[in-house]
């Protein structure tokens, strides 16, 4: 199941400069990115509507992205604004072209229908862009469905097995820690406070903890990114009152966008507050990394079992609440979607 009518990260825009390209598949369609001199991002099918070659194969040049066998020119648009030799362009000459906005360092794609891609709907993450915070980001490739990534990311309780050695400190702490779940419109927050705990290793490494701390993890899912603020501060000193910043806040950016049924492309960032000279301390960037690795093989290794097992049945435990609320809001989505398309037919 793929919602069609939502943002989803296509790609960092650092990544993609003026003359580059970059050919990915999203939601099982082949789509090319392009950045042309003027700095305009296009998003097409990567399919040249003259003999099918993957227009990922050919070449920005100003203006254009030009197909690698035929010399056919497009622009941002997908229109066809080129044939050599011939001086009529038919009009059957473009390919479909996607929606496609950058903001704040982000490029978010619209895989569904266009005349509802409203751009004032585009997910918000301002810690990218502003100076307080200092981030860096990644794309990992997973080989596993783009549901078991949002289920991952919503339930932290799995910290204390599968994180033991960063992010996650005690497993029973986890399991102990109340966790509140609330769904508002397309929205699912879930917060989690940790008074008075042992903070993990990253934390010490990163801020120098040398006591025990207040911890919050608090989640928000919005249509196609999960956000998570993390952090702690020394016990007492205002955590839970909004006083964080003399404490160690982390921000995780994670765009989940489905590249197949079973893989999915997974797009990163951590944000902190301490260290905004050298962006994020290189310590935690590189613990943060290991960690989604270590989440990722988790992944892969359930996507093996649920494919060889079809129909397998699945039990829910406490700790599921703020992922349960998650895919009923996803259902509830992909409901109206199908209505939506039954209704147009
Ligand atoms: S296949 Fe692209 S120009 Fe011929
Ligand atoms: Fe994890």
């Known amino acids: 199941m793929f919602l069609r009518n939502v943002w989803y990260v296509a790609g960092w825009a650092a990544d993609l400069a003026p003359g580059q390209h970059v050919g990915r598949k999203f939601l099982n369609e082949s789509v090319v990115l392009f950045r ?15 003999r099918g070659m993957p227009l990922s194969e050919g070449q920005v040049e100003g203006d254009i992205l030009r197909c690698c066998y035929h ?16 001086d009529r362009i038919p009009s059957q000459a473009f390919v479909r072209s996607y929606p496609i906005v950058e903001k704040q360092a982000v490029l978010w794609i619209w895989m569904g229908d266009p005349a509802l891609a409203d751009p004032a709907r585009v997910p918000d993450h301002p810690q990218h862009v502003d100076p307080k915070w200092g981030w860096r980001s990644d794309h990992f490739p997973v080989n596993g469905n783009w549901e ?11 910290l204390g097995y599968v994180h033991a050695k960063t992010i996650g400190g005690n497993a ?10 609330k769904r508002e419109g397309d929205t699912v927050t879930v917060t989690r406070h940790m008074p008075n705990s042992v903070p993990p290793p990253t934390y010490v490494d990163a801020a120098g903890f040398k006591g025990n701390i207040d911890r919050w993890q608090e989640i928000e899912f919005t249509p196609m990114v999960i956000r998570i603020h993390t ?25 989940v966008t489905p590249e197949t049924e079973t893989t999915t492309h997974y797009f990163w960032s951590i944000a902190t507050n301490v260290g905004l000279d050298r962006g994020v301390p290189q310590i935690v960037f590189d613990q943060t990394a290991f960690t989604f690795k270590e989440d990722q093989a988790v992944l892969e290794a ?17 700790s599921d609440i703020g992922s349960n609320l998650t895919k009923r809001l996803l259902r509830s989505l992909a409901e109206t979607e199908s209505q939506s398309v039954l209704a147009a037919e």
């Not at 029973?172 to 779940?181: E, G, I, L, S, Y």
């Not at 359930?302 to 049945?313: A, D, F, M, N």
Request: proline fraction near 2%; charge should be negative.
């Open 172 to 181: 029973n702490m986890h399991f102990r820690t109340k966790t509140d779940a």
């Open 36 to 50: 042309n001199a003027s700095g305009t991002v296009g998003a097409l099918e990567d399919r040249c509507c003259h």
């Open 302 to 318: 359930q996507q093996k079992r649920i494919s060889e097992t079809p129909g397998g049945k699945f039990i829910d435990i406490a």
């Open 71 to 86: 010399g056919l020119e497009f622009d941002t648009s997908g229109a066809c604004t080129r044939i050599p030799g011939q």
């Open 231 to 255: 952090g702690g501060c020394d016990v007492g000193t205002g955590a839970y009152e909004g006083k964080r910043e003399h404490g160690f806040s982390m921000m995780g950016f994670h765009g």
């Open 148 to 158: 078991l990534l949002v289920e991952n990311l919503m339930d932290l309780s799995h």
